[in-house]
């Protein structure tokens, strides 16, 4: 595939003034807020203590623990507590968690500034402060949440210390797994559904009809696809690699498709990683690129990222089915033959992100490439190519 070098240069200039601008905010903040300064005023202990709803005197320390950099830094905070006995003078003797998550904005440049650009951790925070409590899916509580995507800080429940069972991309999900997923996403997709809030105070929801990073997308598209085809060519059929120019050149009319009415709100990302199981439940976490559209986005994600093919191709119809009837128990009709067709379009996305995140550093080249067969073996079993080619 050849590279779009004019397509490239042209975004690139028409983007040019906000990636500067992005990056010199990104710069500024490193320079004013290192990562340790910016952490170490969560073990603040009267700022602690108000926000565990104590008084002061009832923690002895705290100490954050366990940095790890990514996306975002994950760390946790470590609390202490005065003993009841040593506090019996004082009323009220309760203890907070001894463990708390902090989620903050990644330390490094590059993931600094994709976080900036994308506006991952801002959406995140909104997430927790203004549609949290309205989910009806498990997901971890927040004791602070405050910031912009640049400057952003989490402190979380500490699901570790819950005996959650955490998955990641490698494991495997067994049809008895999907099926607790897709019952999850019914209830969360349903408790949305159509709501006119998405026209007042969830407007700021990513969706197509608002989204700003169309150009950008389209940039890291273009720069993207041909070095994972250079790449991975040798494990994307012919027939694929014929279809790829054609939904390079009308991806804004798949994007069109995609976000056709009825829409909901989604996880946006919803593979196994980002979930986790607690007393036979779902709870789903990472809530950074929540967003409105249809719901088989987030139920095409998942099955084609984190069902292995064959259990897949068994249960998918039933699984659909099944997440159809539990919208059926909540009042809101969608028939299979709909929910069937967008389930095929949205293989495609799932197939392009695959495609675009290949060349980056996220995920081993062993992950990328059974990925990239999942996500292949998906759009040729649901003969997604043919409706690329009708765009």
């Not at 991309?169 to 049809?175: G, H, I």
């Not at 070095?227 to 939904?247: N, Q, R």
């Not at 950074?288 to 139920?299: A, E, F, L, S, T």
């Not at 099955?303 to 659909?320: F, K, Y």
Request: proline fraction near 4%; charge should be neutral.
């Amino acid at each position: 595939m050849k590279t779009d070098w004019v397509s490239i240069a042209r975004d690139t200039l028409l983007l040019l003034p906000r990636l500067l601008t992005a990056s010199l905010r990104v710069l500024w903040q490193q320079l004013i807020s290192g990562a340790d300064r910016r952490l170490r005023g969560l073990s603040s202990i009267p700022w602690l203590a108000g926000q565990l709803g104590l008084e002061p005197e009832r923690i002895r320390s705290a100490r954050i623990e366990a940095v790890h950099a990514g996306t975002a830094t994950r760390s946790r905070l470590g609390v202490d507590y005065v003993s009841a006995a040593s506090a019996a003078s004082t009323p009220g003797n309760g203890h907070g968690p001894a463990s708390l998550f902090i989620k903050s904005r990644p330390s490094d440049f590059a993931s600094a500034l994709f976080g900036v650009l994308f506006g991952l951790g801002g959406s995140e925070v909104r997430f927790y402060r203004e549609i949290r409590q309205d989910v009806p899916v498990r997901t971890p509580g927040v004791h602070y949440a405050q910031g912009n995507s640049n400057t952003y800080v989490m402190l979380l429940e500490d699901l570790a210390e819950e005996g959650c069972d955490f998955r990641t991309l490698a494991s495997r999900c067994s049809a008895d797994d999907a099926k607790r997923i897709v019952t999850g996403l019914a209830q969360l997709h349903g408790a949305f559904w159509q709501s006119p809030r998405f026209a007042a105070d969830l407007a700021w929801v990513r969706r197509h009809e608002t989204d700003r990073d169309f150009r950008l997308l389209n940039l890291v598209r273009n720069l993207s696809v041909p070095i994972a085809v250079k790449k991975y060519g040798h494990i994307l059929p012919d027939e694929i690699l014929d279809v790829i120019p054609h939904l390079m050149k009308n991806y804004g009319r798949l994007e069109q498709a995609w976000a056709q009415e009825p829409r909901t709100l989604l996880h946006g990302d919803a593979h196994l990683g980002n979930m986790y199981f607690q007393q036979g439940e779902v709870g789903f976490l990472d809530w950074q690129v929540v967003q409105y559209g249809q719901g088989m986005r987030d139920i095409s994600y998942l099955l084609i990222n984190s069902v292995p093919e064959e259990t897949r191709l068994a249960h998918q119809e039933d699984l659909i089915r099944h997440y159809l009837a539990l919208l059926g128990e909540q009042g809101i009709a969608l028939d299979f033959d709909t929910a069937w067709d967008q389930y095929r379009l949205q293989s495609v996305y799932a197939w392009i992100a695959g495609v675009v995140t290949a060349p980056s550093n996220f995920q081993g080249e062993a992950v990328v490439a059974a990925g990239l067969r999942r996500a292949c073996a998906a759009i040729l079993d649901l003969d997604a190519l043919d409706l690329i080619r009708k765009l």
